[in-house]
């Protein structure tokens, strides 16, 4: 069973002084899960998870400009999570605009671009207008790429590709002999981001949940029992000392 691989307990690190910056992974895509379950623990509402957990992004985009890491990509909301009650899916709608309403002048002032991966399409105008704006302002930084995955779902990406590689086809720009994995790669929706190096998943759960499957094909995971709420800057720093005694082969040996 893939599981992560240390002796420490699992977040005791002696923060990032075991790392090796010459070894710091470019891509980093994170599945925030159990905000709902550690609410629950505690005998609150759900939405209080996810707002535990906001204030956990902040702690790790920070982190992560900090390390030299070139992208984060945060799993925010997939094209499942509409199935939610509707209380929490209109609070998981504001999440964006309250946090890049707080966060985007420091995000600013630390060089840090804000991306969204994902479909526009069923999201709210307010939210449309929060990441818009986030784009729109911080689009000249070259630090950090903070991108959102939202509303988002893989399965939907790779159908959306398929139909634009036709489309390619049908209109004599592109034969079918010419299809590669470059191609493919180029029309999704992170066409222009290198593929994840690290995959951390929290709250215990082993799966992809429709994340990112044709990027994350040679990703390095790494999976905590660890509930979003409760993910530290020494969990990730775990995460990447274990992502840095693994060997990358590629399929080859």
Do not use: C
């Amino acid at each position: 069973m893939l599981k992560k691989w240390t002796n420490r307990k699992e977040g005791e690190t002696n923060g990032s002084l075991d790392l090796d910056p010459r070894n710091i992974p470019n891509h980093v895509a994170i599945i925030m899960d159990g905000n709902g379950r550690w609410a629950k623990k505690r005998g609150l509402p759900r939405i209080a998870g996810h707002r535990e957990g906001m204030n956990v992004i902040k702690k790790i985009v920070k982190k992560s400009n900090q390390l030299g890491i070139r992208t984060l990509t945060l799993y925010a909301f997939s094209t499942e999570n509409w199935k939610r009650p509707k209380p929490e899916v209109d609070f998981l709608m504001r999440l964006p605009e309250r946090f890049l309403k707080s966060e985007l002048p420091k995000l600013t002032e630390e060089n840090v671009q804000v991306r969204i991966t994902g479909s526009k399409e069923a999201l709210p105008t307010h939210t449309i207008n929060a990441v818009e704006k986030a784009i729109e302002d911080t689009k000249n930084n070259d630090g950090l790429i903070l991108n959102f995955a939202l509303n988002y779902g893989s399965r939907h990406e790779m159908i959306e590709a398929m139909k634009q590689v036709y489309k390619e086809i049908d209109r004599g720009r592109l034969a079918v002999d010419e299809i590669d994995e470059k191609t493919v790669s180029s029309h999704l929706m992170t066409g222009d981001l290198s593929d994840p190096d690290l995959l951390i998943r929290t709250s215990g759960e082993i799966r992809l949940s429709n994340f990112m499957l044709w990027q994350l094909a040679y990703s390095e995971f790494w999976f905590t029992e660890t509930l979003w709420p409760d993910f530290t800057e020494n969990h990730f720093n775990e995460a990447i000392q274990v992502y840095q005694k693994r060997i990358r082969r590629y399929g080859g040996v």
